[in-house]
């Protein structure tokens, strides 16, 4: 998601999936709710609603991708990331933390980015956030600047490469995905998964509903072309952007991709590939954060089909 009201979040694994499913689906309901802003609490037919949507759907996003994951030490850092289930931004920080065994303690932060006790730690009330020692300021907000801090901080070259040429080029992607593509997905996908929209564009205007189809049609078309050029540009042949492995920008690029599923998008044939090749290589360590995502997703189709 993108700034505007707490944006929602989700979800999680059969055993766990039990366990997921609450906080999931308490998140697809507040999600929901989001779109209108903070503070409203979910109608209690979406939080009555949710908790089916989002159990159901969970298993199956988790199970799928599950685990071949080699389990990494979880190194006890003290790290602390505030974050919402159904949001791909948080989620690609979740998915990092997550394949580079850095263990955070998570806080769902939904309902309260906004308080004055978040706001003053963090005037943008954007999550995710991290927590940490040493930080000027103690948080951290953007997802890709949390994930280049914890990679130069730890030593987390196979994600984040230290040579400058190969760093530029994660950095490029990175930046081309935030400034470009994820404008364009927001602008597609938002009004379907119930996220407030940007001021200033159609979506968060008085415009007819027909005028804002037309422009969330409009963003959805445009995101072939930007997502061509992280085929032909950054991966370039290779497996990954990162060469073999995924770097923080595959993971960046692939946690965004999740959020066209709520419109349908038809993917190109590659990258469904690629997606399904990080979740490959990650495991467990994708499809547990991802799960959320799609549970939400999972559980806001299946209220518009109702
Ligand atoms: N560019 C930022 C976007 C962060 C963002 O939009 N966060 C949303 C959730 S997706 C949020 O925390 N919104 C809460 C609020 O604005 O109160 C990133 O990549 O981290």
């Given at each position: 998601?993108?700034?505007?009201?707490?944006?929602?979040?989700?979800?999680?694994?059969?055993?766990?999936?039990?366990?997921?499913?609450?906080?999931?689906?308490?998140?697809?309901?507040?999600?929901?709710?989001?779109?209108?802003?903070?503070?409203?609490?979910?109608?209690?037919?979406?939080?009555?609603?949710?908790?089916?949507?989002?159990?159901?759907?969970?298993?199956?996003?988790?199970?799928?991708?599950?685990?071949?994951?080699?389990?990494?030490?979880?190194?006890?850092?003290?790290?602390?990331?505030?974050?919402?289930?159904?949001?791909?931004?948080?989620?690609?920080?979740?998915?990092?933390?997550?394949?580079?065994?850095?263990?955070?303690?998570?806080?769902?932060?939904?309902?309260?980015?906004?308080t004055p006790e978040f706001?003053a730690r963090?005037?943008?009330?954007?999550?995710?956030?991290?927590?940490?020692?040493?930080?000027?300021?103690?948080?951290?907000?953007?997802?890709?600047?949390?994930?280049?801090?914890?990679?130069?901080?730890?030593?987390?070259?196979?994600?984040?490469?230290?040579?400058?040429?190969?760093?530029?080029?994660?950095?490029?992607?990175?930046?081309?995905?935030?400034?470009?593509?994820?404008?364009?997905?927001?602008?597609?996908?938002?009004?379907?998964?119930?996220?407030?929209?940007?001021?200033?564009?159609?979506?968060?205007?008085?415009?007819?509903?027909?005028?804002?189809?037309?422009?969330?049609?409009?963003?959805?078309?445009?995101?072939?072309?930007?997502?061509?050029?992280?085929?032909?540009?950054?991966?370039?042949?290779?497996?990954?952007?990162?060469?073999?492995?995924?770097?923080?920008?595959?993971?960046?690029?692939?946690?965004?991709?999740?959020?066209?599923?709520?419109?349908?998008?038809?993917?190109?044939?590659?990258?469904?590939?690629?997606?399904?090749?990080?979740?490959?290589?990650?495991?467990?360590?994708?499809?547990?954060?991802?799960?959320?995502?799609?549970?939400?997703?999972?559980?806001?189709?299946?209220?518009?089909?109702?």
């Open positions: 998601m993108a700034k505007a009201a707490t944006k929602g979040t989700k979800k999680a694994g059969a055993k766990s999936a039990a366990k997921a499913a609450k906080p999931a689906a308490k998140a697809a309901a507040k999600a929901t709710t989001a779109a209108k802003v903070s503070a409203k609490p979910a109608p209690k037919a979406t939080a009555k609603a949710a908790p089916k949507a989002t159990a159901k759907a969970a298993p199956k996003a988790t199970a799928k991708a599950a685990p071949k994951a080699k389990a990494k030490p979880a190194k006890k850092l003290g790290i602390k990331l505030s974050m919402l289930r159904p949001s791909v931004n948080n989620m690609t920080v979740r998915v990092f933390a997550r394949a580079a065994g850095l263990d955070p303690a998570e806080t769902d932060a939904w309902g309260l980015t906004r706001l963090n005037p943008a009330h954007l999550t995710p956030m991290i927590e940490d020692k040493g930080l000027p300021r103690g948080v951290l907000w953007e997802s890709c600047a949390i994930m280049q801090y914890l990679s130069n901080k730890h030593g987390l070259d196979k994600f984040y490469p230290k040579a400058p040429a190969k760093r530029a080029m994660v950095d490029s992607a990175m930046f081309y995905l935030v400034g470009t593509l994820y404008p364009y997905v927001a602008r597609a996908t938002y009004p379907a998964l119930g996220f407030p929209q940007y001021a200033g564009e159609v979506g968060h205007s008085d415009a007819l509903p027909d005028k804002k189809s037309e422009a969330q049609k409009a963003a959805a078309a445009a995101v072939a072309e930007p997502l061509e050029v992280f085929h032909s540009f950054f991966r370039d042949g290779k497996p990954f952007i990162g060469g073999n492995n995924p770097s923080i920008a595959d993971i960046r690029l692939a946690a965004t991709l999740e959020f066209l599923a709520v419109i349908d998008y038809a993917l190109p044939g590659w990258a469904k590939d690629y997606m399904a090749a990080i979740e490959k290589k990650l495991g467990k360590a994708y499809a547990e954060p991802a799960g959320d995502v799609r549970g939400y997703i999972a559980h806001v189709k299946a209220q518009a089909a109702s």
